[in-house]
């Protein structure tokens, strides 16, 4: 569990996630040149990478050998492969998380859900500075957040949960319009007393 917790506390840090964003090309970046994609302080960026790498957030994709130096290129594209690599035991991103499989994947479970999560807080925060810039502007959000406890039995909990995941397998294939753009949803549903 402390490593867990570990992991969140890192994946709550700005610099991580501007990492993992601009390192997700397979073959990988120096960390001087994820320092200038992200506007991170070279000196400031091997602490934060080590971490990652450890967290298995990113990954050392190849070496180089510069006179008497080494030069590690990093990646997130596995983080990236994994995470949309979840749902696709059935042709969707819907995972249903068994006991068995919690078991043999847990760090990689919550590497997804907190990284998933760290986008939409950093979409929020966006959103809110765009406003703060503009206020006069108003814009249609793309983004929302609903969370509710509801009392179900067991069969209504399946139930609704078949509902739901029927409601975004659909989505696309009824929409007829031509004004597209990609949207991201994040379905979590936990028993209240575990």
Known sequence: MNNINELAKLMADKKVIAIIQ??????????KEIAQQTGIATNKIYYTL????????????????????????????????????????LGSNIVNISPE???NNMEEIVRAIIYTQQ????????????????PQTQQES??????DQLQLSA??????????????????????????????????KWPQNQ
């Open 22 to 31: 601009a390192a997700q090309d397979p073959q990988g970046l120096t960390p």
């Open 50 to 89: 080590k971490k990652m790498v450890d967290h298995h957030l990113l990954e050392i994709v190849h070496q180089k050998r510069i006179k008497n130096l080494q030069e590690y290129y990093y990646s997130s594209a596995s983080l990236i492969k994994n995470q949309n690599q979840f749902g696709q035991a």
């Open 101 to 103: 499989w919690v078991a």
């Open 119 to 134: 986008q939409f807080i950093n979409a929020f925060q966006k959103l809110q500075q765009q406003y703060q810039a503009h």
């Open 142 to 147: 793309h983004l929302s957040y609903s969370s």
């Open 155 to 188: 069969a209504a909990e399946k139930k609704l949960t078949a509902q739901i995941y029927q409601l975004l397998a659909n989505a696309e294939k009824q929409d007829t319009g031509t004004d597209k753009h990609s949207i991201n949803f994040l379905f979590e």
